[in-house]
């Protein structure tokens, strides 16, 4: 698809028209269990007092996101009566009649709007730098196809069902505002955000050494230099007013009716275990495939006894705490230590040498992808925390189109067991087809220079999940070891994928290094 010259935005809202549309088609598809999370939600805030919302248990899917959700809950739920008044019964349990299913589909497909907003500014943030008027064109019409067609939203908003699109909106509206220079505003949407869902929290500790050191210590020169200043308390504590503001009106209700412990208890329910019942391919599920290759090998060389070890379940895809059998078992506080330690480069370098909106970005980047390597119980969703915000990047220099493509491909496929359905899945292999194609021949033209943007292990390394795929998706279904193993497919992926992600960090941070090199050669 080739990008369009004229200095025009009249393809912007083809783009989102067309993207829109197709959400429409996904309308009777498959769902996961999560559309009746979500309809229970519905029904609590819309049913129950707010004193109630974060004690009824009778369905296992309790409310368990931030109380800004829960009041968009409710604001969704005004709407729902009008489409069928049962899905708001608390007691009406995997509730699924058409109109429910149409309002539920449609209500993320029109939040959705605030997406498509942060998309356009996003490529108004590119188009404002120097260059030729063509080719800044060209740079923001691959950024939005990458942001809006984002293979990863797609499937996991509008097959499997959430509403991650309406809030990457405010995440990437918030980078825009800092790309912007507008501080205040950007901490102001970013502190929204965390009380809609606390799962960015990941990218916290970069939003907070950003604003720290260039809004309330220094300031970046038009040269790339750095000119400290005296720290501005006024500013600080504007800052501070802003987030205390936001998680006052968002906390505050239930602070007043003594719940604050009740409701951290569903925000942060650390007896889930320390991986989900479908490992996100980061670092734990190379140590627990760790783990049960060396009891295999223990065993049969004889060195263990298999009955003196603890059973290690974490194989049999439920959400639960286990043991690990030959590696210690990792705590809550180990992941929390491992996650700082791998982060913390990351925040140090903004620290030392600001290098604008842009260099917090990088952070951002770094900060969730080390979240995501190293957090306690992590969905395997949330690598698009990464891979979203990575692609503004990925338009504007040649190293991280070269990243962006390996973790994209590798975490958008991490996502495939997400949808199993024989239906669905020509729809998520002809997708996923289409943006790997688009990516590849769009990042190749923009960054039109000697070399390739990937190594050639990196590129045999993705054509890796071609096989996989075929043995995933096609062989396992028709194989004996269906019924035996069926966590097969699941483990094989997050352990193929896992490798991808973890080299990506990797990657990551030695062209961070090189960034930080750049100043001292000038």
């Known amino acids: 698809m080739a990008a369009p010259v004229a200095d025009s935005w009249s393809w912007f809202p083809v783009l ?70 049962n899905m708001l019964q608390v007691e009406n349990l995997n509730y699924a009649s058409q109109a429910t299913v149409l309002f539920q589909r449609l209500s993320v497909i029109f939040t959705d709007l605030v997406f498509i907003y942060a998309v356009r500014e996003c490529c108004r943030c590119v188009q404002e730098r120097k260059g030729s008027r063509d080719v800044l064109n060209q740079l923001s019409f691959v950024l939005a196809v990458l942001l809006l067609w984002n293979f990863g939203l797609l499937i996991v908003d509008h097959i499997h069902f959430q509403y991650n699109g309406f809030l990457f909106g405010f995440l990437l509206l918030s980078v825009a505002k800092h790309l912007q220079s507008q501080h205040l505003q950007g901490a102001l949407l970013f502190s929204i955000l965390l009380n809609l869902k606390h799962i960015y929290l990941y990218v916290a500790p970069a939003y907070g050494i950003y604003l720290l050191r260039s809004y309330c210590f220094t300031q970046n020169n038009t040269d790339g230099s750095v000119r400290w200043r005296s720290f501005s308390l006024l500013r600080l504590l504007t800052l501070g007013a802003i987030v205390i503001s936001v998680c006052a009106l968002s906390f505050g209700p239930f602070i007043a009716m003594g719940q604050l ?143 962006f493509l390996l973790l994209s491909t590798t975490g958008h496929y991490s996502l495939f067991p997400l949808i199993f359905t024989p239906a669905e899945l020509p729809i998520k292999v002809s997708l996923m087809l289409i943006f790997v194609i688009f990516s590849f021949t769009a990042l190749r033209k923009l960054q039109s220079g000697p070399g390739s943007l990937l190594h050639p292990l990196e590129s045999i390394y993705l054509l890796g999940l071609v096989p996989l795929a075929v043995a995933c998706e096609v062989v396992f279904p028709l194989s004996l070891w269906q019924q035996k193993l069926p966590f097969l497919p699941l483990l094989a992926t997050s352990v ?27």
């Open 16 to 85: 989102a028209l067309g993207v829109s549309l197709l959400k429409c088609l996904f309308i009777n598809a498959y769902h996961s269990t999560d559309f009746e999370v979500h309809r229970n939600w519905l029904a609590i805030t819309h049913s129950l007092p707010v004193s109630r919302w974060y004690h009824e248990n009778s369905s296992e899917w309790t409310l368990d996101y931030p109380p800004l959700f829960a009041w968009f809950e409710f604001g969704l739920s005004q709407v729902a009566q009008h489409f069928d008044r």
């Open 261 to 403: 412990p009740q409701v951290l208890s569903r925000l942060f329910p650390f007896k889930r275990g320390l991986c989900h019942a479908y490992w996100a391919p980061n670092i734990w599920a190379l140590y627990n495939i760790l783990d049960k290759i060396l009891v295999t090998l223990g065993v049969r060389l004889k060195l263990l006894q298999e009955a003196a070890l603890p059973r290690a379940s974490m194989t049999g895809g439920l959400v639960q705490e286990f043991q690990h059998s030959v590696l210690p078992s990792v705590s809550p506080t180990i992941t929390l230590v491992c996650t700082l330690i791998s982060i913390l480069p990351a925040v140090a370098s903004i620290w030392r040498r600001p290098r604008g909106a842009r260099g917090f970005l990088r952070c951002l980047v770094l900060c969730a992808l080390g979240s995501f390597m190293f957090g306690w119980h992590v969905h395997e969703k949330a690598i698009l925390i990464a891979i979203l915000p990575l692609s503004i990047l990925a338009v504007e220099s040649s190293e991280d189109a070269g990243i």
């Open 496 to 522: 193929y994928c896992s490798m991808g992600v973890c080299y990506s960090f990797l990657r990551l941070y030695i062209s961070l290094l090189r960034e930080e090199k750049k100043p001292k050669q000038q």
